[in-house]
Nanobody, 119 residues
Framework: VQLAESGGGLVQSGRSLRLSCAASGSTYMITDMGWYRQAPGKERELVATVHIGGSTRYADSMKDRFAISKDNAKNILYLQMNNLEPEDTAVYYC??????????????WGQGTLVTVSA
């Protein structure tokens, strides 16, 4: 499975941005997909995930402003980010959990897309 993010950029505080992540390869093996972010000098943190069945999970601090969705036909994952704040500045990474065997999983990551929110 390969992941390619797009949609990052420079945006003013209070504006919106939508990130996309195109999955290719053995996408039928994906069980979960999600977005993580890493701000300068900080550890990578969860933003949101979506299970193949449709259930979603969000970081508490972002669930009111961010929305994760997936176009299963196109194998594209989205992250709609509203009312952005300078604290949202980070590299955003797409993640896929890939089932390789009955009990085996691997994690795949995209290269990341930079989101910069100016005050």
């Amino acid at each position: 499975v390969q992941l390619a993010e797009s949609g990052g950029g420079l945006v003013q505080s209070g504006r919106s941005l939508r990130l996309s992540c195109a999955a290719s390869g053995s996408t039928y093996m994906i069980t979960d997909m999600g977005w993580y972010r890493q701000a300068p000098g900080k550890e990578r943190e969860l933003v949101a995930t979506v299970h193949i069945g449709g259930s979603t999970r969000y970081a508490d601090s972002m669930k009111d402003r961010f929305a994760i969705s997936k176009d299963n036909a196109k194998n594209i994952l989205y992250l709609q980010m509203n009312n952005l704040e300078p604290e949202d500045t980070a590299v955003y990474y797409c993640n896929a959990r890939v089932q390789t065997s009955i009990e085996g999983y691997i994690e795949e990551w995209g290269q990341g897309t930079l989101v910069t929110v100016s005050a």
